[in-house]
């Protein structure tokens, strides 16, 4: 089996395994049953074209989503490398249309009314459904660094964890830094979105210095006690290509951040002033999911059913992607995100045809690093439903690591994204 296949039949052929086949869909209440989809990335627009295709088209679908264009978050830190431009990480939205008749409306949900179940749109339209499919991405905890809510701080210190703008503006940012100056990286607490992200960014910036700034310094503040993913291969990676470039601080909490001066505040080590400061806050789920009552898990993430992630907080609203409390072992991950979407596009059809849901979800995550330019790293595992436990587990012996860094490995990255990139929007 290609490549390709692999990454596109995977999690669908076992999403859509014991849904039967399916040769359209029963209607309720004389009317063709109404999905609507709140947010374009990873889980939602694989989610919008999968009901789509699991009710052989037979459920209307909208897409609500704020953006003309998607654009990846992985990758995006070769564009902070500048490695890559936005436009290489970029793919519209036209086929979702076009090829499967989802209806796009660029807009944003303001409010949802659970009981009605409608949602109201900033452009004051308001959008009936039978099944709420909300998939938020995340937001920033800002109210944890108080500095940054003054005016201009978020646009002088950036998060660069969206992509989109702020990607291309912080490598504006490190090609004004003069040669000798230092980037500083704060890391928050896990959960957060991508565990091995920061640590491949500090990869990219360092390869940036590398070539076009060998006097300037890569520093990493963690919040954490260690490096949460892939540390054996990043602390090689940082000794074989950035010795002396790359400097690691765990256990260093950002408590708050002074943007007019580039100056990080922690719990309970020395302030630290940096020639760009790039701040990851604290994460939650996206505003809207938290706006709802959904994020009942610490007020940040939201509880779901894994076999239909239906949320436990609301009937007929499903969430999915990095907005959910995650099962044990399980990331917050753009694929991770692509494999709800199909496993709640499965539960979802079979719900509005009033079947059971498939029984026995099973999905894989994969999770490529840039730490050069060329090569790259990958973390791998395989997760099922477990009936008992009511979560989804690790499958034993499933998955893996690199054993090391290679070109080979990055060509594999370079296609997973293009493959993955169409399953959700070709």
């Not at 902070?80 to 086929?95: C, E, F, Q, R, S």
């Not at 009981?115 to 099944?131: C, F, I, N, W």
């Not at 400097?247 to 708050?256: A, G, I, M, S, T």
């Not at 990080?264 to 080590?269: A, M, Q, T």
Request: glycine letters at 8%.
């Amino acid at each position: 089996m290609q490549r390709r296949q692999f990454v596109q039949t995977l999690g669908a052929g076992s999403a859509v395994a014991g849904l039967g086949l399916l040769t359209g869909c029963a209607s309720i209440g004389g009317k063709r049953p109404q999905v609507v989809v709140v947010g374009g990335g990873y889980g939602g627009a694989t989610a919008a074209k999968y009901v789509r295709l699991f009710s052989d088209n037979g459920i209307d679908v909208t897409l609500v989503e704020p953006n003309a264009n998607f654009v990846s978050c992985p990758l995006s830190n070769l564009v902070v490398g500048g490695h890559k431009t936005l436009a290489d990480i970029t793919v519209p939205y036209d086929n979702l249309a076009r090829r499967h008749g989802v209806k796009v409306v660029r807009d944003m949900v303001e409010s949802i009314d659970a009981e009605k179940r409608t949602v109201k749109l900033a452009s004051g339209a308001t959008l009936p459904y039978d099944r709420l499919i909300l998939s938020p991405g995340i937001d920033f905890m800002w109210n944890t660094l108080p500095g940054m809510n003054k005016a201009g701080a978020q646009d002088k210190v950036l998060h660069a964890w969206k992509a989109g703008p702020q990607t291309a503006a912080l490598h504006e940012q490190l090609k004004a830094l003069p040669d000798g100056g230092t980037y500083a990286l704060a890391i928050p607490l896990a959960p957060y979105r991508c565990p091995p992200g920061p640590y491949e960014r500090a990869c990219m910036v360092a390869s940036y210095f590398k070539v076009a700034k060998p006097k300037s310094k890569v520093v990493i503040f963690d919040a954490n006690d260690d490096i949460t993913s892939k540390k054996g291969l990043f602390l090689k990676a940082w000794s074989d290509h950035y010795k002396g470039l790359i400097e690691y601080r765990p256990k260093h909490k950002l408590v708050d951040v002074d943007a007019a001066t580039n100056t990080l505040k922690f719990e309970f080590n020395d302030d630290f002033k940096a020639g760009v400061a790039n701040v990851l806050p604290d994460m939650r789920a996206g505003a809207i999911a938290v706006k709802s009552g959904l994020a009942t898990a610490n007020a940040r993430w939201c509880e779901v059913d894994f076999l239909t992630f239906e949320s436990k907080a609301a009937k007929n609203i499903h969430v999915l992607g990095d907005a959910i409390q995650i099962a044990p072992a399980m990331p917050k991950s753009g694929h991770m995100a692509n494999q709800h979407g199909k496993t709640c596009a499965a539960a979802v059809v079979s719900l509005l045809q009033g079947k059971e849901p498939p029984q026995q979800p099973l999905y894989a995550n994969t999770c490529y690093s840039f730490v050069t330019a060329k090569e790259v790293v990958h973390v791998a595992s395989v997760h099922r439903y477990d009936a008992a436990q009511k979560t989804m587990v690790t499958v034993p012996g499933s998955g893996g690591l690199s054993s090391a860094a290679s070109e080979l490995e990055g060509a594999y990255a370079l296609g997973w994204a293009n493959n993955i990139w169409a399953d959700m929007l070709a």
